[in-house]
């Protein structure tokens, strides 16, 4: 059985700074996805990473992947209030699993 | 385009009475999803199609049933609805196992 854990699970950093949220997953997958969700809003695609060493960047975001150590990280880049959000990552083959989220606040 | 479209928006049911969730998307998709969100989770895979006439089972399938006659409609039946199905229904639909899912608003289900 799949099972992916993000972390942290709740983050409140401040305007400006950097961090980076974690997805890690426990068996070999073929693709991994990020997803935004803003609170009672549906979900929203960030990146798309289909193989080992992929790296995406959007904006302040950036994601890559790393098949080997089973992890997936979102980098966050001098934040900003706009970017408060929940966010998921995805794996899996058919049956795809979600990660638990992350919920980011921005603190001005 | 819609996308990706759900109705209803908001239901409460009865316990034991049944209805059907809507779904249906214009993008050509092939792959169709129906997830289930309960408050401050990730997502759970209920059912998924990979085409019209085939489906399969996703994490928490049990309570549910789904068909898929056309590319365009993926309805999600609840036959005895229980508390426990009190959730967030998502829909989402991908052209590919390969491309990231489009998501409908969601249809928020409360059952009392």
């Known amino acids: 059985e799949l099972k992916v854990e993000q972390n942290p699970l709740f983050l409140s950093m401040q305007e400006g700074k950097n961090y980076t949220i974690y997805c890690n997953y426990s068996?070999?997958?073929?693709?991994l996805y990020w997803y935004r969700q803003d609170p009672g809003k549906s979900l929203e695609s960030l990146f798309v990473?289909?193989?080992?060493?992929a790296v995406k960047q959007e904006g302040r975001l950036m994601a890559s992947l790393d098949t080997k150590a089973r992890l997936s990280t979102l980098h966050i880049t001098a934040a900003v209030h706009d970017l408060s959000a929940t966010y998921f990552c995805?794996?899996?083959?058919?049956?795809?699993?979600f990660g638990t989220g992350t919920r980011l606040t921005i603190i001005p | 385009n819609a996308g990706v479209t759900q109705t209803p928006k908001f239901r409460i049911l009865k316990i034991g009475q049944s209805m059907t969730l809507q779904c249906a998307q214009d993008?050509?998709?092939?792959?169709m999803y129906w997830y289930r969100q309960d408050p401050g989770m990730g997502l759970k895979l209920i059912y998924y199609?990979?085409?019209?006439?085939?489906?399969d089972k996703g994490e928490v399938p049990n309570g549910y049933n789904v068909s898929r006659s056309t590319t365009e409609d993926f309805p999600l039946r609840l036959e005895l609805a229980a508390p426990s199905q009190t959730s967030v229904y998502f829909c989402?639909?991908?052209?590919?196992?390969?491309?990231?899912?489009?998501f409908g608003d969601g249809t928020r289900l409360s059952i009392l």
């Open positions: 989402a639909s991908s052209y590919s196992r390969y491309q990231p899912q489009h």
């Open positions: 068996t070999t997958s073929d693709r």
């Open positions: 990473l289909l193989s080992n060493g």
């Open positions: 995805n794996f899996g083959n058919e049956k795809l699993t």
């Open positions: 993008m050509n998709h092939n792959y």
């Open positions: 199609s990979v085409g019209a006439g085939i489906t």
